[in-house]
């Protein structure tokens, strides 16, 4: 069977990386032939990250890839494709195309159309994230929000296959400077601003003696006047870095596009084995449960309260942190969802090939 892969980013991105790359071994392992075709390369992921301004003839470059690997796609069995076609423009691909489309969907990219501020764009692309699921073969969604959208637009079959993790490079290990407390964050920037949700209860924690918090990724203005660490992200001293927190957190708004959201981070720090914190907005709720591997935490208050649970209590740091572990290990795991993703590509192949 043979698939192209039409992800939006190459690996630097995080969502193709997880949603499709470290996939790669194991469906090869197992009989399919992949062809990789990224949108947007590494370079537009490293500008988007750093702030830099994106060359027009960059862009037009990576359009034209994209064009000239449609008109290729008849020679593949399946279309594996990231989220959409051609971002900003009508979904006109999936009309043309006679060669049947996987996609996958991580967060609601919907919202930037149908809720965007120009009421042109909303006119012409509000539906077209629509469009292209109704006409997939399946639709494949990260959580329920985005399931339930996939079936009210009338997509034929809809799978949910949660954001995972290789628990192979997640490990636990005892805190490197036990009697601190060390809260953890891990984002990018454009994400840093869901920090100044909390920021009142952060001020309120940081001023306690011994308490700290370190951002894997992106600055924040805290950092100038609190004890803030700001910490480069790699692919490589990501997970070492993560092991350093003694509590990871999530603060999200409640509001559309957060809700679309697939918890990564979340499954990343109890990967680790650490307690979690997070606001009860989407899939937050199902990864977290209160007491149990982490708590939920809405007011600045409830913040307060929750972190200050945790940064008292050791053993119950650890108590949390293993059954989050258990629960990643049961759930989020790369060796669980693997078999499942390649059973939904073959069963597509299985319906659609003569």
Known sequence: MKILLLSRYGPL??????RFYQYLPFLEEHGLQLTVSPLLEDEY???????????AIFLARAYAHRLTA??????????????????????????LLRTPYVVDYDDAIFHRYDRHPSRLVRALLGRKIDQTMRRAALVIAGNEYLAARARLAGAPRVEILPTVIDTKRYGITPPDEPGSFRIGWVGAPVTAAYLKLIEPALETLLRQPGTSLTLLGAAHPLAARLPVETRPWSEAGEVPEIQRFDVGI???????FERGKCGYKLIQYMGCGLPVVASPVG???????????GFLADTQTEWVRALETLRADPALRQKLGAAGRAKVERDYSLAVAAPKLREMLLSVSAKHLP
């Open 13 to 18: 991105g995080s969502s193709s990386r997880l």
């Open 45 to 55: 992921v490293h500008r988007l990250y750093t702030g830099q301004r994106q060359p």
């Open 70 to 95: 449609l008109l290729r796609a008849k020679r593949f069995d399946l279309i594996w494709l990231e989220k959409e076609f051609l971002p900003w423009l009508p979904a006109l691909a999936p009309q």
């Open 250 to 256: 999530m603060p999200l708004p409640d509001e559309p």
């Open 283 to 293: 899939v937050n709720a199902q990864i977290v449960e209160p007491g149990v591997n």
